[in-house]
């Protein structure tokens, strides 16, 4: 079985000037940065299992408040990924990566949420995969960033007349060490080279780039700002134009 698990931190982050949001911006792109084997632990799939974990939460969001007062938005950006053949899918592989990229998404969401207030955002980061079935190794990843764009559209509608946005971003081939798994695990999957499942991925980019963790970054500090206030239940699409809807 072929397994790689990364997991970013979610983030706290204030957005309301373009100061502010700058420094979003260079927050996000030190996580993304951050998203490499070395410099982040491996995910334990039992530690992660939230049965209890609400408390917990609570905790954490009462420190982070006390340390640096309320929230103003909220970044989920946590995730992991395993690669495998469909067939060979367990039981195991669906729960770990469904206990991070969306349970844990979805009760993180709910105890933040209800300390932000009107005019403040949360952005979840979903993913092009979401959408698309086409990576059939990354097939639990996919259903996983699904249900987060479910996820999103849902607190989206419950929220919106607290004046509470959320939205989600949905990264297409992102230059970070993460994408350097997504290519080995999928050429070890398939049995071929990493040079031919790059130029594959390459040729369905209509924009033909791959795109700098950057370019991420800035729209979801757009998302989180005052100018994007009448965006709410969305998932933005930054995929080099390789999906469309």
């Known amino acids: 079985?072929?397994?790689?698990?990364?997991?970013?931190?979610?983030?706290?982050?204030?957005?309301?000037?373009?100061?502010?949001?700058?420094?979003?911006?260079?927050?996000?792109?030190?996580?993304?940065?951050?998203?490499?084997?070395?410099?982040?632990?491996?995910?334990?799939?039992?530690?992660?299992?939230?049965?209890?974990?609400?408390?917990?939460?609570?905790?954490?969001?009462?420190?982070?408040?006390?340390?640096?007062?309320?929230?103003?938005?909220?970044?989920?950006?946590?995730?992991?990924?395993?690669?495998?053949?469909?067939?060979?899918?367990?039981?195991?592989?669906?729960?770990?990566?469904?206990?991070?990229?969306?349970?844990?998404?979805?009760?993180l969401t709910q105890e933040v949420g209800r300390r932000l207030g009107e005019g403040e955002a949360v952005v979840n980061v979903a993913s092009g995969a979401g959408k698309t079935g086409s990576t059939v190794e990354a097939a639990v990843y996919s259903a996983s960033k699904a249900a987060v764009l479910s996820m999103t559209r849902t607190f989206a509608y419950a929220w919106a007349k607290r004046g509470v946005r959320v939205n989600a971003v949905c990264p297409g081939v992102i230059e970070t060490p993460m994408n350097d798994v997504v290519l080995d695990d999928i050429a070890a999957a398939r049995g071929i080279g990493r040079d031919e499942i790059e130029r594959a991925r390459a040729a369905a980019i209509p924009m033909g780039r791959t795109a700098p963790p950057e370019e991420v970054a800035s729209v979801i500090a757009f998302l989180l700002s005052a100018d994007a206030s009448y965006m709410t239940g969305q998932g933005v699409n930054v995929t080099g134009g390789m999906i469309t809807y």
């Open 1 to 107: 079985m072929i397994e790689r698990e990364q997991l970013a931190a979610a983030q706290l982050a204030e957005a309301g000037s373009k100061n502010r949001r700058a420094a979003v911006v260079d927050e996000l792109i030190r996580q993304f940065e951050q998203m490499s084997g070395d410099a982040l632990s491996q995910v334990d799939a039992a530690s992660i299992r939230l049965s209890g974990a609400a408390g917990k939460l609570t905790q954490q969001a009462d420190q982070v408040s006390g340390d640096a007062g309320e929230p103003a938005g909220l970044v989920n950006a946590a995730g992991v990924i395993r690669l495998l053949p469909i067939d060979d899918v367990a039981e195991d592989d669906w729960d770990a990566v469904m206990a991070v990229n969306a349970r844990a998404l979805f009760f």
